[in-house]
């Protein structure tokens, strides 16, 4: 853990009064760690009945946090992520669960296994072209298995914040999705990305997160969270003029404050067609 030194909310009338003391998690994993306790995920995974002996995978699992929770029920949970550090971590933290270092754009031998179930959370906006790593994802399902998507939309959408930098975060979410780093729209296009994809789509859901959705002031942690995430984001802090991660952490704190981001969950079944993508060996 590490204290943010020195840092100043200047608006009069602050919530936190003077200094902010932010403690911030100083590795991924546990940043990871703490922001899962804002998310979600705990209801959805209870909507989706009886896990005793399924076979799950959780695809981009980061610190392993819903991995464990789908263990815990008692399903066989395989948890796959690129960040080998991330990996080696979540695997101390749980070792009953298999864990896998790899890149989800290729299900290489993890998606040999036919899952009953795929969960996927806050990962799918990271895919280059979503509907490519879907259809894999489709084929790495056992027939009638089901795919759950979670994800954010409109992340750095906050106000109150001035024109220059609204142009500035909307330019650069732009730029992100034609670079095919991060799709900041995710939430809106799951169900489109799940149909592209073959599957059949069997609902979704706007759901309320309390680090990324809230309204008026941010609480010290959700904003020492924030001051983590900005951190984590040199080419947004590069794209905008001085002074922006004050501004923006500024406006978290405000009382006026409200997001207009959405935290939403997709799912989807292997259906019908079920191996179509497997026999084109997409
Ligand atoms: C925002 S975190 C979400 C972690 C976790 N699923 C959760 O809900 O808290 C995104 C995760 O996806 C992983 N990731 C992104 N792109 C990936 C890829 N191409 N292959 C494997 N993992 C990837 C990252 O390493 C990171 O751990």
Redesign the pocket.
Request: net charge negative; charged share 20%.
């Given at each position: 853990m590490r204290l943010l030194p020195g840092r100043r909310c200047a608006r009069p009338g602050c919530p936190w009064n003077g200094k902010i003391r932010m403690t911030v998690p100083s590795s991924?994993f546990d940043q990871?760690e703490r922001?899962?306790r804002w998310?979600p995920?705990a209801a959805t995974v209870q909507q989706l009945g009886p896990l005793e002996g399924k076979k799950v995978a959780?695809?981009?699992?980061?610190?392993g946090?819903?991995a464990r929770m789908f263990a815990a029920r008692g399903a066989q949970v395989t948890g796959?992520?690129?960040?080998a550090e991330?990996v080696a971590l979540a695997a101390r933290k749980a070792p009953g669960v298999h864990w896998v270092n790899?890149?989800?754009?290729d299900p290489g031998t993890w998606g040999r296994s036919g899952f009953d179930i795929i969960w996927?959370?806050?990962?799918i906006a990271?895919?280059p072209d979503p509907t490519t790593?879907l259809k894999r994802w489709h084929a790495a399902l056992a027939p009638g298995g089901r795919l759950i998507l979670?994800d954010v939309g409109g992340l750095l959408d906050h106000e109150p914040i001035g024109e220059a930098d609204r142009e500035t975060i909307g330019h650069f979410c732009r730029e992100a999705a034609q670079a095919g780093l991060y799709h900041f729209d995710a939430a809106e296009r799951l169900v489109d990305w799940l149909e592209a994809s073959g599957f059949d789509v069997l609902g979704e859901t706007d759901l309320h997160d309390e680090e990324l959705t809230f309204t008026g002031p941010a609480p010290p942690d959700v904003l020492a969270a924030w001051a983590a995430r900005l951190a984590r984001m040199p080419r947004l802090r590069a794209a905008a003029s001085p002074g922006f991660t004050d501004r923006f952490l500024a406006s978290l704190t405000h009382p006026d404050h409200r997001s207009h981001s959405r935290v939403r969950a997709a799912i989807g079944r292997r259906g019908r067609d079920a191996g179509r993508w497997a026999a084109r060996g997409a």
């Open positions: 991924l990871y922001q899962a998310r995920v959780d695809l981009g699992c980061g610190s946090h819903v796959i992520d690129r960040d991330l790899a890149d989800l754009s996927s959370s806050f990962t990271y895919a790593w979670m």
